[in-house]
Nanobody, 121 residues
Framework: QVQLVESGGGLVQAGGSLRLSCTAVGTYLSVDEMGWYRQPHATERDLVATIPGRGARKYADSVKGRFIISRDNARNTTYLQMNALKPADSGVYYC???????????????WGQGTQVTVSS
C-alpha cells in the first residue's frame, strides 16, 4: 500500500509564510513527478507547482516568484515553501505523485489527504 502523507498547513496572516511537506510511504519502486494542487472551494483542483524526477519545475502564474517547490529524492519527499501569502492562496492543498509500484511499465496517480491553508487579510 502506498500513501502520501502531508503536513504543514495552517492559519497565517497575509504576507506570512508556510512550508508544506509530503512524503510517499509504503512499498513501491520509484517516484516520478511530484506536485501540489489547490482546491479553493468545491471546485476542481488547480495546479500550484510540480517537480519532475528530472527536468524543469512548473508553477502556476499566480505563485511564481513567491512559492518554491523542492524535493528530497532520498526521502521521497516534496516541499512547498510559500512566501508572501495572500488570501487568494487559501484552500485545501493536495500533494500528488506519480508512483511506480511494480515492474510493469507505467506510473499510478496518488493523492495526499489534503491540508488546509488559510491566509487572513
Amino acid at each position: 500500500q502506498v500513501q502520501l502523507v502531508e503536513s504543514g498547513g495552517g492559519l497565517v496572516q497575509a504576507g506570512g509564510s508556510l512550508r508544506l511537506s509530503c512524503t510517499a510511504v509504503g512499498t513501491y519502486l520509484s517516484v516520478d513527478e511530484m506536485g501540489w494542487y489547490r482546491q479553493p472551494h468545491a471546485t476542481e483542483r488547480d495546479l500550484v507547482a510540480t517537480i519532475p524526477g528530472r527536468g524543469a519545475r512548473k508553477y502556476a502564474d499566480s505563485v511564481k516568484g513567491r512559492f518554491i517547490i523542492s524535493r528530497d529524492n532520498a526521502r521521497n519527499t516534496t516541499y512547498l515553501q510559500m512566501n508572501a501569502l495572500k488570501p487568494a492562496d487559501s484552500g485545501v492543498y493536495y500533494c500528488h505523485a506519480d508512483i511506480r509500484r511494480t515492474w510493469l511499465p507505467g506510473f499510478d496517480d496518488y493523492w495526499g489527504q489534503g491540508t488546509q491553508v488559510t491566509v487572513s487579510s
